[in-house]
């Protein structure tokens, strides 16, 4: 199964890494990209938008705290709605 995953902070990083383990092929994005930095290197694909991750996603998972944060990752001109299928 192809899984995106957004936010890769220090519940993200695990829980992604788990995916990867598991043998899914990953797709990421982080608002840093050096926060994905210890998945690339194991195999994750680092994506340039929550857009691109959900283009070549089956499912994507979202671990993103704040409020608005989440709206803009979402909704936001290359949010996760926009590459949706």
């Known amino acids: 199964m ?21 043998g899914h092929e ?3 994005w982080a608002r840093r990209a ?4 210890s998945l690339t290197d194991k195999g ?6 929550p857009k691109e991750v959900a283009a070549n996603a089956d499912a994507v998972f979202l ?3 704040a409020g608005k944060d989440v709206e803009q ?3 936001g001109d290359n949010g996760v709605i ?3 299928r």
Do not use: D
């Open 2 to 22: 192809k899984i995106g995953f957004i936010g890769l902070g220090s519940m993200g990083v695990p829980m992604a890494a788990n995916l990867l383990k598991g």
């Open 73 to 75: 990752v979402v909704l």
């Open 82 to 84: 926009h590459g949706a």
């Open 34 to 37: 050096e926060a994905a930095k």
């Open 44 to 49: 994750a694909k680092l994506c340039a938008s």
């Open 26 to 28: 990953l797709y990421v």
């Open 63 to 65: 671990i993103v705290t």
